[in-house]
């Protein structure tokens, strides 16, 4: 596709003054990543867009977060669903900044265990998991050593 276009493209979601554009989101975990930075809790201004074209992507979706300055372990979160995420800071609507997502190698609370015999599902236990691989992601259990594969995770 053309440059042209692809800008038009990304003109389907409005530049946004102050705050952080999140793209490069695969359009099947949007409401995922959503859940997962709080998205639907907070006051601040939210434009999406999803399906869009991406090359790498299939379908992407963009989150456009006005206001909203992210921290390192908040955005690393989204790391599981949204590897190739890439997030942007706009200062009076400037990219100033660009960051890339990192994987943590544990994750503490965010998914459910896959085993329903888990204690974490049975007893109030926040999960743990080491994250085993990062594409497409494993996450073992540290409680009963169960791999929840991608297509599994359940965001609580
Ligand atoms: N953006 C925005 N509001 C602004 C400036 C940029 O919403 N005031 C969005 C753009 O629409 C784009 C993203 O932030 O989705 C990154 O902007 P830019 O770096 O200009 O685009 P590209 O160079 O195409 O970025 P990349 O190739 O890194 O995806
Ligand atoms: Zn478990």
Redesign the pocket.
């Known amino acids: 596709m053309k440059d042209s276009m692809?800008?038009k493209l990304?003109?389907k979601?409005?530049?946004?003054?102050e705050g952080t554009?999140i793209?490069?989101i695969p359009a099947k975990n949007l409401f995922k990543v959503i859940t997962i930075l709080g998205l639907d809790k907070i006051e601040n201004q939210i434009t999406f867009g999803t399906n869009l074209e991406s090359r790498k992507l299939g379908g992407k979706a963009?989150i456009?977060v006005s206001n909203k300055f992210f921290e390192d372990n908040e955005i690393n979160k989204i790391a599981l669903i949204a590897p190739h995420a890439?997030l942007?800071i706009?200062r009076d609507?400037?990219?100033v900044e660009?960051r890339i997502v990192e994987t943590p190698e544990i994750i503490k609370g965010i998914v459910k265990c896959f085993n329903p015999k888990c204690i974490t599902n049975n007893e109030t236990i926040t999960t743990s998991f080491q994250v085993i691989e990062n594409e497409p992601v494993a996450l073992k259990c540290h409680y009963c050593e169960r791999i929840t594969t991608e297509e599994q995770i359940r965001v609580l």
């Not at 979601?13 to 003054?17: H, L, M, P, R």
């Open positions: 692809q800008k990304k003109l979601v409005s530049a946004i003054k554009v793209d490069h963009i456009k890439k942007n706009i609507y400037e990219v660009k």
